[in-house]
Each structure stands twice: as structure tokens, then as C-alpha cells.
């Protein structure tokens, strides 16, 4: 292919968010990554009793006692149970019911999206794609392994197909909405399938992600026994030591765009996807779990066909990298022999595994991976793979022409854009390969703050409460400051960007400035510069738009400045757990007050439709249980069905307490 074949078909990667073991987003796995730190950490015991659970190999390739597990340590993300119900309009019921990985998965959804610069409300009703790997769903295991009795239609929402159902429900999204489940190669298959449908014309934008919580030691003592799990919960890629996997949390999302579109759109392009592939091992190997050394090399030359990419020209390949003393031998080799062909020994293929610091994320270590490949590419250095102290011996290292770096190392300036592989393998024999180039100007798009020309600017900020707009208001206040990331662009592109490329809520605040400085006092409460003041049609625009009104960019600035990073949401996270008590106010034994605290998704009043707040039909299942419970009585489902008001609800429930037993003896 030629360049503008390949061009045709690339997808810019135009967003991308994470959380991840150490890391809360891009910007902190990029420092941890840089600076070679090792995340992974002791089991919480909210998870499971690792300790009673756990006991030592006897030996090298010895398994543990059965329903032992081998290791106490691997990757785990601290806030788990952490999420802004409010936000979302989910009750507290609602939220403690939902599986983790769909909370935290709506959230890491919105911060990409918010990084791509795209407005979640105009991308409702079209048919942006939306495609989830996971294999996971220990949160609805847990709960039914405490007992049929305790079932209830909540379980319906913790399917794993809803995963991806729920991002394009609540974002209204129409195209395609797949769960992808091809065990550890889950995400980088859901970005091949992303990709087909934009190169398809199917989808106009695609959501790709990886979700995986490890909240069960099941397959963990599985492993063990397997002889597959690190006996210290570290992953040591491609070393002599390597002694299985450990596992680890992650939700990673990425936001596609047909490379052609994000130009003439104007998004800021963090990576270019030129090609991948997907492919199985059939019957190349001895058994359906065994990796294959043929199915592997064919899936590298395919992804580099599709990519019109000579394999000898990549500079560096995010492993899959599991740490596995049967796989990484493999593997390596299968890169030595497609990416080492023509390569000149004196400029290796650099290979790391970010499995090495955060653990291996399972259906979500794809996209862990492929995150980390854009940092590379954009910061234009490879970090260390870490716990490599001795090359595998059964690794032919002095014939292949790579090198697993040790230390930060500087991809090499070769007159083009830089080029990256990301490697998944799955244990259902399905590999898959996606191949990335460096954006044109890689990075994120610097104007200079000194070249300011002096016009004043409205800056525009909004959020769901007054709390979360309050923190928004600090962080831009630490972004604008000197020293902060704000600095390195142009006050103009910062207010464009924050006008047109964010959401805009109820709760707003707009202040004006011709500098930088200027802002940060505005939003510290300080009077308007005489700048900013003497414009008549900006004070105007401040306050129409805290008055809740749309303003347009051109109608007062003229012409589209530039798209530009900005801070993302203040999330207003609670904690919400299955059995754990949450104390939210004292109800006074007010019956009804207890259940519209725990059900209500928006405040209400004595006229408030009970479908407008919430209490829908699968809410009000979950009430016949809880007042079946809580008074002692059979309820007729059609009494609770009939009911259309808050206050027609409170009558009920009053009549309902007055029928009890203990209120018929007094």
C-alpha cells in the first residue's frame, strides 16, 4: 500500500482514560511507566482471605495443596467501590446492586470521551459503536452463591452482556454495542472490531474497551493448581525466573475515529491505527490451551499486511507478556522471526509488558497494552519492562534482533512517524495483533501562553451539583497557574475548547480574562480585568450563560481555535458495596423516607410521578421484597402497580404499617 491507501483506512485513536492498579488515568500510568514502579500489591480483604487461603510451592513447577492459592499479591485497583450515583441517576439501591465493572466502565467511558473532546449529548441517537472485552462477572457470582433465597430481578442488570449495553443506553448510542469475550485477548479484539466497523462505514465513531475486577479467588486457586500463577505476584516477562502471571483490575477505554474525519473535525489524534489482525491457533497445536508458535507468526504478518507496514520497520512491541515460563519463550520467538527479518542487529525491537507493573488484567490486558504503546509514542520513549534479570534460556537471544529495555530508552529519530505493535493471546487460542503509527506532531497540540494577544476570553464551567462544579473551578484554577499543564496552550484554545468540546450541566459558572493569570483570579472570586470589563457583549455572555443559555464561540470570538487538553469531571464518588450498611441521614423510622432515600434517582415532591424518580418497574419488584421484609405481609404486586405519585406511595406504605401485627395490638 501506499501512503494514502493506508490513510484511507487508519483510525485515529482520539481519546483514551484508564484505571488501572497506581494509576488513576493516562498522565499517572505514564509516570509510573517512566519511573519503573511495580503496583501490584498485598489482597485486600474486602476481595478474599488470601492469607487462610494461601500456601507455598513445595518446589520449581510444583502445584500448592488443592484449594490452595499460590500467591497473596497482585494488582488491584484501591477504589473499586467508588462511584457518582447521582451523577449517572442511579439510586443507592441501584448502585450498590451494579456490578463494579459497569459502574466503573460508565465512568472511564465519560473520561475519554470528555479527552476526545466530544460531547456525549451529540453523539445521542447515532450509531457510534460500542465494543467492551471482558470475561468477568464475580459480582453477580458472589451474590448467587449466597443463596437462591436471595435472588432477586436486580441480577438481571449484572449480565456481562450488559456491559457494553449499558454504555449505549445511558449515552444513547444506537450502533453496534458487543460484548467481546476471547479470554486474555479480549480488548485488543474488541479494537479490531471497532476498527472494521468504522473502515465498514457502519459506525461514524467506536468506543473500545476492557473491563476486568478480580473479586474471587476461584480462578486465582485455579491457576495455582495450573502451575500458571506467580509465586510473588509479579509478572516477569521474558526472564529465566518467570514463574507464571499475577492478576490484576483494569478498565481501559479507547475512542476511534476514522483517521480521515478526526483531520477535517479537528480532534487532537493521540495515535494512528494502520492495521490489525485477529486469528486462532486451530489445530497448530497439541491442545486448545497450548499457544502455537504458527498461529502467533501468522497473525504478526497479517497485522502488518493489513497495515502496509514492513514488520522490519517497527520500532517498538507491547508484549502480551504474561510471564508465563511456557509462553514467553514462544512468543518472543514468533517476534523474532517476523519483526527480526531484515532488522539490522544494531537497532533491536524494543519489547516490554506493562504485565510487569500492574499485573495482567486479563480480558483487559489488550487495552492496558495498548494505552501504553500511545504514551510510548506520544512521549517518544519505551520504559523498562520490569523483574528482567535473566534472559530465558530457552529464548535464542544472540540470534534475535530484540531487546527487552531495562531502563527508559528514547525510540529512535528516523525521519517518520515511530511504529508500535500490541500483542494479545487469549487462552480460547485467539491471538490478536494491532499495529499503531505516531500522529503527525505527536503529542498533544502546544500553542504558547505568551503569545497571548491581549483579547479577553470567556472561560465556561459546569457540572451536575454545586460541589463537583466547586472542585472543577480548582482544578482549572491548577491548571492555569504557573507550573500547570494549562501554560503550555493558548488561553483562546483553552476557552474553545472548554465551550464547544465539553457538556454543559445545570450548575455553571463563567468568568472572563486575557491571560491566563487573569482567570485564575476571576475564578478565585476577584473583580474582572478592565479588559475583560470593557466589553459589554462578554458580560452579557457570562451571564446568559449561568442563566442557563447556549452561547456560540463564533458569534464572539470569530474563528474555531484549537482543540486542547483540559481537567475532566470532579467525580463525587460514594462507596457502594453489597452488604455493607451506608448511613445517609437519619429517616426517623419514616418507612417511606427510607425508601425513597435508597430508590429515588432525582429529588421529588408529593406530586412527583414515581416513574420520573426512578421507580420503575424493577425498582418497584425490589420494594415488594424489602416491605415483605420489613412489615411481615404478603403484597399484591398490583397494589404497588397501581400507584402513579410519591404521594400516593407514602399513603400506601401507611397503610400497609397500620396493617401490621404490632400496630393492630396497639
Not at 449466597?146 to 444506537?174: C, K, M
Not at 531495562?406 to 528516523?414: I, S, W
Not at 466589553?535 to 451571564?543: N, Q
Request: charged share 20%.
Amino acid at each position: 500500500m501506499n501512503r494514502s491507501d493506508v490513510d484511507a483506512r487508519s483510525v485515529a485513536v482520539i481519546g483514551m482514560a484508564c484505571r488501572l492498579p497506581g494509576a488513576s488515568g493516562t498522565d499517572e500510568l505514564w509516570d509510573m511507566l517512566r519511573d519503573g514502579v511495580d503496583a501490584t500489591s498485598e489482597t485486600p480483604p474486602e476481595r478474599y482471605d488470601a492469607e487462610a487461603l494461601h500456601a507455598e510451592r513445595k518446589g520449581p513447577g510444583t502445584r500448592p495443596t488443592p484449594g490452595k492459592i499460590a500467591s497473596r499479591r497482585a494488582g488491584y485497583l484501591q477504589d473499586a467501590a467508588d462511584f457518582d450515583a447521582e451523577f449517572f441517576g442511579m439510586s443507592a439501591t441501584e448502585a450498590t446492586e451494579l456490578d463494579p465493572q459497569q459502574r466503573l466502565l460508565l465512568m472511564t467511558a465519560w473520561e475519554a470521551l470528555e479527552d476526545a473532546g466530544r460531547r456525549p449529548e451529540e453523539l445521542a441517537g447515532t450509531r457510534t459503536a460500542v465494543y467492551v472485552g471482558n470475561a468477568r462477572a464475580d459480582y453477580l457470582e458472589i451474590r448467587f452463591r449466597e443463596g437462591l433465597d436471595t435472588v432477586t430481578p436486580s441480577q438481571f442488570n449484572n449480565f456481562r452482556s450488559l456491559l457494553p449495553a449499558r454504555l449505549s443506553h445511558v449515552f444513547d448510542l444506537r450502533g453496534p454495542s458487543v460484548l467481546i469475550d476471547t479470554a486474555c485477548s479480549s480488548s485488543l479484539v474488541a479494537v479490531h472490531n471497532a476498527v472494521q466497523s468504522l473502515r465498514a462505514r457502519e459506525s461514524p465513531l467506536a468506543i473500545a474497551a476492557g473491563v476486568n475486577l478480580t473479586l474471587r479467588p476461584d480462578e486465582g486457586v485455579m491457576m495455582s493448581q495450573a502451575g500458571g500463577l506467580a509465586a510473588d505476584g509479579r509478572s516477569k516477562f521474558g526472564d529465566a525466573d518467570a514463574d507464571g502471571h499475577a492478576p490484576s483490575d483494569a478498565v481501559g477505554v479507547v475512542v476511534l475515529k476514522r483517521l480521515a474525519d478526526a483531520l477535517a473535525d479537528g480532534d487532537r489524534i493521540r495515535a494512528v491505527i494502520q492495521g490489525s489482525a485477529i486469528g486462532n491457533d486451530g489445530r497448530t497445536s497439541d491442545s486448545v490451551l497450548n499457544p502455537s508458535l504458527d498461529g502467533q507468526i501468522e497473525v504478526l504478518r497479517w497485522a502488518y499486511e493489513d497495515a502496509g507496514v514492513s514488520p522490519a520497520d517497527v520500532d517498538f512491541v507491547e508484549a502480551h507478556g504474561a510471564g508465563s515460563p511456557a509462553l514467553d519463550p514462544l512468543e518472543i520467538t514468533a517476534l523474532g522471526e517476523v519483526l527480526g527479518e531484515g532488522r539490522p542487529f544494531d537497532r533491536p525491537l524494543l519489547v516490554g509488558s506493562v504485565k510487569t507493573n500492574i499485573g495482567h488484567a486479563e480480558a483487559a490486558g489488550g487495552m492496558a497494552g495498548l494505552i501504553k504503546a500511545v504514551l510510548c509514542l506520544e512521549h517518544g520513549q519505551v520504559p523498562p519492562s520490569l523483574h528482567h534479570n535473566t534472559p530465558h534460556p530457552k529464548v535464542a537471544w544472540n540470534k534475535l534482533p530484540l531487546e527487552i529495555p531495562g531502563k527508559l530508552q528514547d525510540l529512535p529519530e528516523r525521519g517518520r512517524p515511530a511504529l508500535a505493535g500490541i500483542s494479545g493471546q487469549g487462552s480460547s487460542a485467539l491471538n490478536a495483533h494491532v499495529v499503531i503509527r505516531q500522529a503527525d506532531g505527536a503529542g498533544f497540540p502546544a500553542g504558547s501562553a505568551a503569545a497571548s494577544d491581549g483579547t479577553p476570553y470567556l472561560l465556561a464551567l459546569s457540572a451536575r451539583t454545586p460541589e463537583a462544579l466547586a472542585a472543577l473551578a480548582r482544578s482549572y484554577t491548577t491548571h492555569l497557574r504557573p507550573g500547570g499543564a494549562g501554560t503550555a496552550h493558548a488561553l483562546r484554545d483553552i476557552c474553545f475548547s472548554a465551550l464547544t468540546r465539553r457538556q454543559h450541566h445545570t450548575h455553571r459558572m463563567a468568568v472572563a480574562g486575557a491571560s491566563h493569570e487573569e482567570i485564575v483570579w476571576a475564578l478565585h472570586g476577584g473583580a474582572p480585568s478592565a479588559r475583560a470589563a470593557a466589553k459589554p457583549e462578554l458580560t452579557a455572555a457570562i451571564e446568559r450563560y449561568r442563566s442557563g443559555g447556549d452561547l456560540s464561540w463564533t458569534g464572539l470570538f470569530g474563528p474555531p481555535g484549537q482543540y486542547v487538553p483540559l481537567p475532566g469531571y470532579p467525580w463525587q464518588t460514594q462507596r457502594y458495596w453489597h452488604g455493607e450498611q451506608r448511613d445517609d441521614g437519619d429517616d426517623g423510622g419514616d418507612l417511606l423516607a427510607q425508601v425513597l432515600r435508597e430508590h429515588a434517582r432525582t429529588p421529588y415532591h408529593d406530586d412527583s410521578l414515581l416513574n420520573d424518580i426512578g421507580i420503575d418497574s424493577l425498582a418497584r419488584l425490589r420494594l415488594i421484597v424489602e416491605l415483605t421484609n420489613t412489615t411481615g405481609q404478603e403484597i399484591d404486586p398490583e397494589e404497588i402497580g397501581g400507584l402513579r405519585t410519591v404521594g400516593e406511595l407514602g399513603r400506601w406504605i401507611h397503610t400497609l404499617q397500620a396493617r401490621t401485627p404490632e400496630a393492630a395490638a396497639s
